[in-house]
């Protein structure tokens, strides 16, 4: 009986924390970020470029929608769940209500994973269906480039967000430290030799791209693993980085502020 109390009063704190980051000003300059890859691919089609086609697509996709809009945009939202509560000073007023500290980072964590979903899958699954139109294909001809990407959308979002959550619920400037991270280190770790790439999210969300997709510039990737093993891992990490959170979170005290 407590844990459906806890999962109902989770539900409540999910679905706050969705409206949150789907209605506030941010969320437009969102929106108009995870709109790039789809404003691309309506600005080539329209120009009738005659390369334009679901290799370039590919090469276009990789650099700017997995290392740029997707870090960008899981960096800002799940980094805020509950680092800007503390800064508001409303989170102590959520304490005081009767829903356990790892219920909430939880909650908050499902509320996040909604709302990139819903930023981030549409534009993906728009921009493929251009690039097909424009080439004069069925939206299904290349239905392999679309799973990948789905699934590298999927599964990076949520490692991404995971790993964001950690981090602001670890230090007082997550903001900083994610930046140096999902744009410094993981843009750099591939070029280093060895076993090092592994220690990034991208090594995998690429090994999955080159796994599901039959012809792409991925080909050449070079890993040892499995896009079936890479997403496993990628899940297993966000499960991972959701429950350091949840020690954490519940390790800390927090006051209200004068």
């Known amino acids: 009986m407590a844990l459906v109390d806890q999962v109902k009063k989770g539900r409540v704190v999910t679905m706050w924390t969705l409206r949150y980051l789907l209605a506030t000003r941010r969320?437009?300059?969102?929106?108009?970020?995870?709109?790039?890859?789809?404003?691309?691919?309506?600005?080539?089609?329209?120009?009738?470029?005659?390369?334009?086609?679901?290799?370039?697509f590919q090469s276009l996709m990789v650099p700017l929608f997995l290392q740029v809009v997707v870090i960008f945009i899981t960096l800002v939202?799940?980094?805020?769940?509950?680092?800007?509560?503390?800064?508001?000073?409303?989170?102590?007023?959520?304490?005081?209500?009767?829903?356990?500290?790892?219920?909430?980072?939880?909650?908050?964590?499902?509320?996040?994973?909604?709302?990139?979903?819903?930023?981030?899958?549409?534009?993906?699954?728009?921009a493929y269906g251009v690039t097909e139109a424009h080439a004069g294909l069925a939206f299904g001809a290349d239905s392999d480039v679309l799973a990948?990407?789905?699934?590298?959308?999927?599964?990076?979002?949520?490692?991404?967000?995971?790993?964001?959550?950690f981090i602001s619920v670890l230090l007082r400037k997550p903001l900083a430290v994610g930046l140096l991270i999902g744009f410094v280190w993981e843009s750099?770790?591939?070029s280093i030799p060895g076993n090092v790439p592994k220690?990034?999210?991208i090594y995998y969300l690429k090994s999955?791209?080159?796994?599901?997709?039959?012809v792409g510039p991925l080909s050449g990737f070079a890993t040892d693993v499995s896009a079936g093993a890479a997403a496993a891992i990628l899940?297993?990490?966000?499960?991972?980085?959701v429950l350091a959170s949840m020690v954490v979170f519940q390790q800390n005290e927090f006051r209200q502020k004068a």
């Open 27 to 56: 969320v437009i300059a969102m929106a108009l970020l995870a709109l790039v890859p789809l404003l691309l691919a309506g600005s080539l089609a329209l120009a009738r470029v005659a390369t334009f086609d679901i290799l370039l």
């Open 188 to 190: 750099i770790v591939g």
């Open 199 to 201: 220690l990034s999210l």
């Open 235 to 241: 899940i297993g990490l966000s499960i991972a980085f």
């Open 77 to 126: 939202n799940a980094a805020g769940l509950i680092r800007e509560e503390i800064d508001d000073n409303t989170l102590p007023y959520l304490l005081t209500r009767p829903i356990s500290k790892p219920t909430i980072v939880a909650a908050k964590y499902l509320g996040y994973l909604v709302a990139v979903y819903v930023l981030l899958v549409p534009p993906l699954v728009l």
């Open 148 to 165: 990948g990407f789905l699934v590298a959308t999927v599964a990076g979002s949520a490692a991404y967000g995971a790993l964001f959550l």
């Open 208 to 214: 999955i791209l080159k796994g599901m997709i039959d």
